[in-house]
Nanobody, 128 residues
Framework: EVQLVESGGGLVQAGGSLRLSCAAS????????IGWFRQAPGKEREGVSY?????????YYANSVKGRFTISRDNAKNTVYLQMNSLKPEDTAVYYC????????????????????WGKGTLVTVSS
């Protein structure tokens, strides 16, 4: 059974940083593309970033987070991270990680259409 568990959310002031973690199990971790999505209250889900396998080596970011957020993966720990810097109040949302098996799509596909498996989310609140 595929399981994705997010952690690392919390309350931070604008300009601060947080690192989210997504711990995965139940599948061959390095084969899967892993993404981060978010949903603010009253808004639609937004794709934030994704990373493909280590051998494929691609990352992709939404324009709204480019240059501030960094996605990375540690295959030894079956974990993907989202380092979030220079946080803004508009980054406030529930953040979800998600996974999809190969073959991998390119460009903004995952951020637009989502992925196959989802975690339950972690809340990030950025105060002004």
């Amino acid at each position: 059974e595929v399981q994705l568990v997010e952690s690392g959310g919390g309350l931070v002031q604008a300009g601060g940083s947080l690192r989210l973690s997504c711990a995965a199990s139940g599948f061959t971790f390095d084969d899967y593309a892993i993404g981060w999505f978010r949903q603010a209250p009253g808004k639609e889900r937004e794709g934030v970033s994704y990373i493909t396998s280590s051998s494929d080596g691609r990352t992709y970011y939404a324009n709204s987070v480019k240059g501030r957020f960094t996605i990375s993966r540690d295959n030894a720990k079956n974990t993907v991270y989202l380092q979030m810097n220079s946080l803004k109040p508009e980054d406030t949302a529930v953040y979800y990680c998600a996974a999809s098996p190969p073959p991998y799509y390119r460009g903004s596909y995952y951020l637009t259409y989502g992925m196959n498996y989802w975690g339950k989310g972690t809340l990030v609140t950025v105060s002004s």
